[in-house]
């Protein structure tokens, strides 16, 4: 297992545009988190999923987020009618839950909005 | 509302010797703290973690304090490497915070610089 993927590494879009982005995780872990990253700010947490259940989404994932785990393995985030103020960095993290052993990361996708 | 803190946005130290990094809490629910690594164009790399029941964990060149009292806990590298400059974060979570997603609250982090 070569650790947690995600795909695109870099995606430019045009204002409005939808964008999709995708993460494997790790296959034995059965959680999987989304979380966000500006400049000059820590990663902040944007969803979680257990299996195939999303059981916990922030307020920061407005209406036009959305989030799948469709069979428990691989996730999409999907942003609609994207907006400047969704350049960030999206990071993938998934976890067995034993807290001592922290997540694995991804390397991101880094979307710039124009 | 920041309730994870690092309130120094970067430390410069020389090679050999000991890089200390501080992070403040203010949620009392917080029961398991974290810190990762972090290079440019990568995502977080874990590096070593503490449970609140303890005030000491050590791992190799890594070594993490915690103050409950104070809601401190403090990151040490000894002796600090070039191959140690990286933005670290510091991260929390509560055990009891809904449906046991264990989800991380980050700092703003510290960007280490170790000079040869």
């Known amino acids: 297992d070569t650790g947690v993927s995600q795909d695109p590494r870099h995606k430019i879009t045009k204002r409005g545009q939808n964008v999709t982005f995708r993460c494997d995780p790790i296959?034995?872990?059965?959680?999987l988190y989304w979380y966000r990253q500006t400049l000059g700010q820590g990663p902040e947490f944007l969803t979680y999923?257990?299996?195939?259940?999303?059981?916990?989404k922030s307020r920061l994932l407005s209406d036009r987020f959305s989030a799948e785990r469709p069979k428990g393995s691989f996730s999409t985030l999907e942003i609609q009618r994207t907006e400047q103020g969704d350049s960030a960095m999206y990071l993938c993290?998934?976890?067995?839950?034993?807290?001592?052993?922290?997540?694995?990361f991804g390397s991101g996708t880094r979307l710039t909005v124009v | 509302d920041q309730q994870v803190k690092q309130n120094s946005p970067s430390l410069s130290v020389q090679e050999g010797r000991i890089s200390i990094l501080n992070c403040d809490y203010t949620n009392s629910m917080f029961d398991y703290f974290l810190w990762y690594k972090k290079y440019p164009a990568e995502g977080p790399t874990f590096l070593i973690s503490i449970s609140s029941i303890k005030d000491k964990n050590e791992d190799g060149r890594f070594t993490v304090f915690l103050n409950k009292s104070a809601k401190h806990l403090s990151l040490h590298i000894v002796p600090s490497q070039p191959g140690d400059s990286a933005v670290y974060f510091c991260a929390a979570s509560a055990g009891n915070s809904g449906g046991s997603n264990y989800k991380l609250t980050f700092g703003k982090g510290t960007l280490l610089t170790v000079n040869p």
């Open positions: 296959s034995e872990h059965n959680r």
């Open positions: 993290a998934s976890s067995s839950g034993i807290r001592g052993f922290g997540y694995t």
């Open positions: 999923f257990q299996n195939e259940a999303q059981l916990e």
